[in-house]
């Protein structure tokens, strides 16, 4: 059974995060996102929603009350930008967590390497998902129209995510599980 251990060169486990260096990267990434949109939110918080806003008032133009219409596009877009925020922080953290556990467990370095790469597409991609869904709404005139613009990236990075839950708790399972002997 591979165990944890500390130090360098040989070590199994520092062997299996080698080999699952991208996803771990990837997954420091969405992090990254997360805490750099939360940067960006307490410096430039009122310039994002006015922005968003005005490119709303000038695509909603035609409407009958354009402004209310803007108003409302502009918070659903903020709130799609928090959303961003919030999925690169969780689901980052979460497939670090993941890769770190996996790296422990006794299946192989391509199942180990294969839920790290997942894990960690998922989590940076379907935050940035709503990122530019966030950026495109206004522009589109609608929050409906910019995720379905980006159905592209959400539907398979969210799998992603799934995919690597799945085989992460695979791994469990059957090391945690199987029978001593």
């Excluded at 799609?80 to 370095?109: C, D, E, F, Q, V």
Aim: a positive charge; glycine letters at 10%.
């Amino acid at each position: 059974m591979t165990t944890i251990q500390s130090g360098t060169g040989g070590q199994p486990w520092l062997a299996a995060m080698r080999d699952m260096r991208v996803g771990a990267l990837l997954a420091l990434l969405s992090v990254l996102l997360g805490f750099s949109l939360g940067a960006i939110f307490g410096l430039f918080e009122d310039n994002l929603k006015q922005r968003f806003e005005t490119t709303a008032v000038k695509t909603l133009a035609s409407e009958a009350e354009p402004q209310d219409a803007a108003a409302r596009l502009a918070g659903r877009s903020w709130s799609y930008l928090k959303r961003s925020h919030l999925h690169a922080n969780g689901l980052g953290t979460s497939a670090l967590a993941m890769i770190l556990l996996a790296a422990g467990m006794t299946s192989g370095a391509g199942s180990k390497r294969l839920a790290a790469y997942l894990l960690g597409i998922g989590a940076l991609g379907y935050s940035t998902f709503w990122m530019l869904a966030a950026f495109r709404a206004p522009a589109l005139g609608s929050t409906d129209l910019a995720k379905e613009s980006l159905t592209w990236l959400a539907m398979p990075t969210a799998a992603c995510c799934l995919v690597g839950l799945a085989l992460v708790l695979v791994m469990v399972v059957r090391t945690l599980f199987k029978r001593a002997g």
